[in-house]
């Protein structure tokens, strides 16, 4: 296709337009793909005439969201990029229990949609995350031990598969379609609509933050794998720890913490541990903060409120949309981790970190997620306890990324005999093997893409992602 051409009624834009460079630019800014064109669609029939096109061509097709996944998956080198910008849209329905998403919907433009409201959608606190981008690889919100999976709570889908056919979704499908867009989502068609149902806001969250000196980091994140093992707190409580190195941006980065950084050097000197308590009880939920308190022994300084759910989000929110070098690694910790092994790793890996900008985020689960059919989703990590991250930032003209690159690395191998799969939402440069993302529901979901995408319309580039073998591709 030409630069500056349209289709009978899609724009499209090659590298001939001097917005494509924009176009092909996502939130990782290390990413460097070329698609041959980027269409943007209207509607749903500019959606099938673009499908049916790249089918007809043998061209790969792929949808760009938010462009927040660090992999860059919503690009195709030499493939077609669909841009449904144009038919954004954000329905609240009357009487408020139910929101349709339409086009790259951000999590911060649904956040402040519902805001004030008595409903919400656990959608997580990253203000730049498209809502469908996050829904199709599962969705992992702050709150998921609270509230379980961002894709728990979609009610139907409409979707336009490989042969261009439009098709809604929901849970009386028999294809299994709808079953495999919740947690492998971008690899089965266009999602050109979602609709979620909303659940109640409670009346209000106890929250808080208790911050520990680093030199007892072993000791307390054994403590804390230890605790995410037992079944000591209801599931409306969540609780992380974090470890975060960010000289320089660190106000930029996570403000509101700014009180654990260090006055002369500007770095970290904490294990933070924030809570929340979301069961609406103050009286329980004062009860298992202060047992959460007792597990973890006496913290140098806390931070304790009530407050509503929507001032919590507020704390919290990720407003960085500004784009960086990046890379994240997540996996899943298990009912029989090494506590003990898992913390040495990880605290070890902190102290050799060159990274400026590092984060390491142990985070619950359990909870709703444990209490999730295993067959009401194609994410395969229900049974994880807790997931730990690792994630590096750094410049668009950083020097170092490749050793930084190779130190991710690193750390992701120590962590490994500990921990096991992988989340799709954050895929893993280390990953070979697509059961690492899909576990025990590889085999059905290979098998529903042979069936509904033989060619591999929807290809993935990134390495140990896709469901098709390369061979098939
Ligand atoms: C700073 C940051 C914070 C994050 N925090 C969280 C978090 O708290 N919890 C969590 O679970 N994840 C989190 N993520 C991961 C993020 O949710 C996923 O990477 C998600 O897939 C991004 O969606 P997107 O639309 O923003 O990105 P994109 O890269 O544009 O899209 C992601 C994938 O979805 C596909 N896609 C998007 N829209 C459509 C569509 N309409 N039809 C078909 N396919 C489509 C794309 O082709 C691509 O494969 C975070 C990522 C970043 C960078």
Known sequence: MDGHQRTDESRVLTAADAEFERRRRVFNADIDVSPAAFIEC????????AVRRCRETGVALSVKGAGHNLSGSALLD???VLDLAPMKRLELEPGGRRVTVSGPVLIGELVRRLRGGDRFLPVGNTDGVSVTGLTLVGG?????????LTCCHLESATIVDARGQVRVLNARDETGLFWALKGAGDQFGVVAELVFELVPVPPHVLFGFLFFPLARARELLTKYFRLCTRARFSDAMIYGAFMLDCVGVGDEFMG???????????RSDAVIVPFAHYGGDLGAAQAEYLALRESLGEPYFEFMTVDSHWELHELLRDKQTARCGCEARTRFVGQDVDAESLAEALASSYERSPIDNFVIDCFSLGGALRRTPADATSFPHLAATSGVSFLGRWGLEEPRRAAHRRFLQACDRAIRPHVFGAYSGIPN?????PREYFGANYERLAALKRAHDPSGLFRKDVPGYGLLPPRDR
């Open 78 to 80: 030499g493939g077609v």
């Open 256 to 266: 509101e913490v700014g009180v654990a950084l260090r006055r002369d050097t500007g």
């Open 42 to 49: 209207r509607d749903v029939s500019d959606i099938q005439r």
């Open 140 to 148: 992992l919100p702050n709150q998921a031990r609270a509230f379980g």
């Open 429 to 433: 440069p280390s990953v070979t093997d």
